[in-house]
């Protein structure tokens, strides 16, 4: 039988009294690709936190590997809807690589510092391949375009081996052309890890 990753049962929640999800249901099995589509302003993003557990539903359930969502955080690879380096100088002196590395340094790592091994190096190369980035891992992260953005955080996500991948928003802020590319790399990575996007 196939585990159930996800699964939120009558799940409601509200912003001071406003309703943003009402009994929302639904079960995310191993393997799936679950697409949440809505208005902006639609409860997506407010989802994916009750997901994260990073919201608490007011009303209903929702479980992440048969736990409490913030219990399972260390099974999860999270995408922010937002580019980090949108907001950073364009000469900041982070590289492709460094900001894959930091994808190690999630809940349960264990790590108190920025000391990388080999092994924690073919790691990060390891998922800038996957998102097909490898030959950018020196260049200047804030250098890139929205889309190369995407993917090196996707990479980031990847790099602690997650089996459950949350996507808030993907392509956001990407042009027609770099969308393509995005969905062809992510229609590759969702045949190995449960996605949500």
């Known amino acids: 039988m196939t585990e159930s990753v996800v699964s939120v049962s009558g799940a409601s929640f509200a912003y001071d009294g406003q309703p943003v999800l009402t009994d929302v249901n639904l079960t995310v099995s191993q393997g799936d690709f679950l697409a949440v589509l809505g208005p902006n302003g639609g409860g997506n993003t407010t989802l994916l936190r009750l ?7 007011s009303a209903g359930q929702v479980s992440v590997f048969g736990r409490e969502p913030a219990k399972a955080r260390g099974r999860i690879g999270y995408v922010p809807q937002q580019v980090a380096g949108g907001m950073l100088r364009r000469d900041f002196p982070v590289t492709v690589r460094e900001v894959v590395l930091m994808g190690l340094l999630g809940p349960g790592s264990g790590r108190r510092g920025f000391l990388w091994s080999a092994a924690d190096k073919r790691r990060a190369e390891e998922a800038l391949a996957r998102v097909e980035m490898g030959r950018f891992a020196t260049r200047r992260f804030p250098a890139l375009s929205g889309g190369q953005l995407k993917r090196v955080l996707i990479a980031r996500a990847l790099a602690s081996g997650p ?12 042009d027609p052309q770099g969308k393509f590319c995005f969905h062809e790399v992510l229609s590759r990575l969702t045949r190995d890890v449960t996605t949500i996007a």
């Open 163 to 174: 089996e459950l991948l949350i996507l808030d928003e993907p392509t956001a802020n990407i």
């Open 51 to 57: 997901i994260m557990g990073l919201l608490q539903p």
